[in-house]
């Protein structure tokens, strides 16, 4: 799979394309994928994916909560392992969404020239989203596309949404965010060095120096496999602000205890799959309350994940 960070830097003589933000890469978004590559294949030409960096409401409605799903990276692997052939992650701009559907797609056919584009019920670009469905299919007159529109996918009635999946993180929902993705909520980072507390306490806890930008779920206790130099191993992951140690606001923090784990884990990329919710955060009396309660906690988690890990890895 190749990945391209702008148009202008991409040059196909043709495609089969799909546009659109793709955060967090859900079922719906697999669907609209696997149909795109097959048909694209079947054609004898690559399929690409035009998506965007920053977020198209950060850029427009100026937001500061965290709010992607995975990464730009992430997202491009993500695509690449459904048989995407390109992903052009083009930046998002205020000049970009000032363009009209002609000028964009001008842009678009002149880099890509796409003789079909697969697009989501609701889509819509250009300024004033004025580029809808409807305004595509005409413009796919002068710059020689076809276009479809893949109806969308659906859970108990609701449409999977990216939205619907961070609703359901920061309701600690983690088996319904697995469900809307398809895959465990993820979430990585290097560890870094904290205040050394999980150590003195006997349970050792890496702390993970996690993207500002990437949605958490809400402030608990979950139990995780962590991908650590490609093994897995269980894990009891606290999210949150450790109201046990801090008495003024402190920004949320991801630690981990990697169960039957020795090696030092500073500087070392680790993934974590969310699996299970095991409690709400909580501040407690004393450290020996606090020490009983997580030693619990990894009983609990070995008990959630038993059938989910495989000590054969």
């Known amino acids: ?38 048909s694209a294949h079947l054609a004898g030409l690559p399929a690409a994916v035009l998506t965007f960096f920053p977020h198209p409401s950060v850029v427009l409605r100026n937001r500061q909560e965290p709010i992607y799903l995975t990464s730009p990276e992430e997202r491009a692997a993500l695509l690449g392992n459904l048989g995407i052939d390109i992903v052009i992650t083009h930046p998002f701009t205020h000049e970009l969404a000032g363009m009209s559907a002609q000028a964009f797609m ?11 584009i697969l697009v989501g019920y609701d889509f819509a670009l250009g300024h004033g989203r004025e580029g809808n469905v409807d305004r595509l299919r005409q ?9 479809d529109v893949f109806q969308p996918v659906k859970m108990e009635d609701e449409i999977v949404s990216s939205s619907q999946i961070r609703t359901a993180l920061a309701e600690g929902q983690i088996a319904k965010a697995e469900w809307l993705l398809g895959r465990p909520y993820q979430v990585s980072g290097p560890v870094i060095h ?39 191993w269980r ?27 020795a090696r030092n884990l500073y500087g070392t990329e ?20 606090l020490v009983a309660q997580i030693e ?18």
Not at 106 to 116: A, G, K, T
Not at 139 to 147: E, K, P
Request: a negative charge; glycine letters at 8%.
């Open 1 to 38: 799979m190749q990945s391209t960070w702008s148009l202008e830097e991409t040059d196909l003589p043709a495609s089969w394309l799909t546009i659109g933000s793709f955060d967090g890469v859900h079922r719906g978004h697999q669907a609209i994928i696997r149909e795109l590559v097959k």
């Open 106 to 116: 001008d842009l678009v056919s002149r880099h890509l020239h796409p003789r079909h």
């Open 139 to 147: 413009l796919g007159v002068d710059f020689g596309y076809t276009l």
């Open 194 to 232: 904290g205040d050394g507390r999980g150590k003195l306490l006997g349970i050792p806890t890496a702390n993970l120096d996690v993207w500002p930008w990437r949605v958490l779920p809400k402030a608990g206790v979950y139990a995780c496999q962590a991908h650590i130099d490609g093994q897995l």
């Open 235 to 261: 894990a009891v992951t606290n999210v949150g602000v450790r109201p046990t140690f801090e008495v003024g606001p402190v920004p949320p923090r991801v630690e981990t205890h990697v169960l039957d784990f």
């Open 270 to 289: 680790i993934q974590l799959d969310f699996i299970d919710r095991l409690r709400d955060e909580q501040r407690f009396p004393s450290i020996d309350a």
């Open 296 to 313: 619990q906690d990894i009983q609990h988690a070995k008990e959630k994940l038993k059938v989910r890990f495989s000590t054969n890895n």
